[in-house]
């Protein structure tokens, strides 16, 4: 009887239980669309993270940041001679020098792998190498450059740029190109952590276990495609010659290295003998993050810990600006239009009742008890609430996929952390690199989980019983009388 009667009742109102149902649907597609774009900024902030960190790192730790000694410029010379018989000869130098000039020795890794809540810990080596191109016609030239960065050191796609530096010239007349890149030295025996890890190889292969004093070396893509470097051909880094074995493409987002060595090579061009620049840590367990970065820095002293938590802090940009809006605004208006929507929702479905006075005024005066017609506005409402939700999942779901067919780009700024920040990935802020901001395009996207999906059911349900309350504790207030009032 109650489903015959709920079939009835329904069709007879399709235009009122279709107002209904679209409050609600508009109510809760907001709800799935405001979910969905932030969980995609939420990925894609994990993105940006990721390409800094290496896959699978919690925190990175480097050396805590010292004031330069007096008279350090922080500027490499290069000195360049040309007999005075020689015209128009040409001399290139490489100056290769640790991210910042800091480095931690080799067996802090051990000990910040002892600490508790450390599930693993990699070292690695980023290096910084100014190469100097020199043209001379006569006589002495000496060139002093500060090593100024390209794209390879702290911008999208690492590559390498042709920043010309102003010689000093004594006796003849000199013409100088500077181009900077980015060196990650790796320890080939651990790749699951370190600046590798953020990246496959998609032509050739990385680097073996047994690799570990190889002149062998894996390029970036971008690097490669720039400087018409393939797999088997060789790259000259301060007059040593790395074959190259492989060419690797980041997961995420653009590469902020250019070249990878094996660590114990990357050491002997710096003259860092067992010396790190940063550590990749990953913890036991993602709870134990916070306290084992206290743990680390209070046991090894002259470091300095960052967590995924403290380089997220320094993102801005787009991707923030609107991550910020829809974790506040968003879905603060979501609640908003779904509160105005379920109270949309009770109202109609009162005044619905209030002009089936005759109806419900005749069934109980054939009999039928007020639990027994609230019973059955409860099951209407619901129906309705449900054929909402049915709706708003629809719409909320085409919203969505428009959102990720369009793929609007963002971009993401990542600042230093202030205290040697993230100097963990290369070119990632590390110390020295305090005031380099590096640039990255982000495509936004907006999954929806199927938790989302079961909000959206729970949410259509709960505007179906808060309208069909309403409206039921309307009808249990009609009497039997008020349908013969009812009869004009």
Do not use: C, H
């Not at 069709?11 to 609600?24: F, Q």
């Not at 001679?81 to 020098?97: E, L, P």
């Not at 990246?199 to 073996?208: M, V, W, Y």
């Amino acid at each position: 009887m109650f489903g015959i009667y709920l079939k009835r009742e329904l069709g007879r109102r399709k235009k009122a239980a279709l107002v209904i149902a679209l409050g609600l649907a508009l109510g809760i597609a907001l709800v799935i669309t405001v979910n969905s774009v932030s969980a995609g900024m939420t990925q894609a902030q994990d993105k940006v993270l990721k390409s800094l960190y290496g896959l699978g790192t919690d925190m990175t730790v480097t050396k805590a940041r010292s004031a330069p000694t007096s008279g350090s410029s922080g500027r490499p010379n290069f000195q360049f001679d040309a007999g005075s018989n020689d015209s128009d000869a040409t001399q290139s130098s490489d100056r290769v020098m640790t991210q910042g000039g800091q480095a931690l020795a080799a067996g802090v890794v051990t000990k910040v792998a002892a600490q508790k809540g450390v599930s693993s810990a990699v070292g690695a080596l980023t290096l910084n190498v100014t190469k100097v191109d020199g043209s001379f016609t006569q006589g002495k030239a000496q060139s002093q450059s500060g090593g100024s960065s390209s794209q390879g050191q702290g911008g999208p796609g690492g590559q390498s740029g042709g920043s010309t530096a102003a010689p000093q010239v004594q006796g003849g007349g000199a013409e100088f190109d500077v181009n900077s890149y980015s060196v990650a030295g790796v320890d080939v025996t651990d790749q699951t952590l370190g600046p590798l890890a953020g990246s496959k190889i998609t032509t050739g292969k990385t680097f073996t276990a047994t690799q570990t004093d190889a002149k062998v070396a894996v390029v970036s893509k971008a690097y490669a495609k720039e400087n018409s470097l393939k797999v088997g051909k060789t790259l000259k880094i301060s007059g040593t010659k790395y074959t190259i074995i492989g060419i690797a493409t980041p997961d995420s987002s653009e590469s902020t290295t250019d070249v990878y060595l094996p660590l114990k090579q990357a050491q002997t061009l710096a003259d860092a003998k067992n010396q790190v620049t940063t550590i990749y840590v990953k913890a036991t367990d993602s709870q134990q993050i916070d306290s084992v970065k206290t743990a680390i820095q209070k046991n090894i002293a002259g470091t300095t810990v960052t967590t995924s938590a403290d380089l997220a802090e320094t993102v801005s940009g787009s991707l923030s600006t609107a991550s910020d809006l829809a974790t506040s605004v968003g879905k603060w208006l979501s609640v908003a239009v779904l509160v105005a929507a379920f109270l949309v929702a009770a109202l109609l479905t009162s005044s619905a009742v209030s002009r089936r006075v005759r109806e419900f005024g005749t069934l109980k005066a054939l009999g039928w008890p007020s639990r027994r017609v609230t019973r059955q506005v409860v099951g209407e409402s619901i129906v309705n609430g449900l054929l909402g939700g049915a709706l708003g999942i629809g719409l909320g779901l085409a919203a969505a996929y428009t959102v990720t067919a369009i793929s609007p780009k963002l971009t993401a700024q990542l600042g230093s952390t202030g205290g040697g920040g993230m100097g963990g990935g290369p070119g990632g802020g590390g110390p020295g690199q305090q005031s380099a901001q590096n640039t990255m395009e982000i495509a936004l996207t907006a999954p929806v989980s199927m938790t989302t999906i079961a909000l959206a059911v729970g949410l259509a349900v709960t505007g179906g019983l808060i309208a069909g309350a309403m409206g039921g504790w309307r009808a249990s207030r009609m009497r039997p009388a008020d349908a013969l009032r009812s009869v004009s």
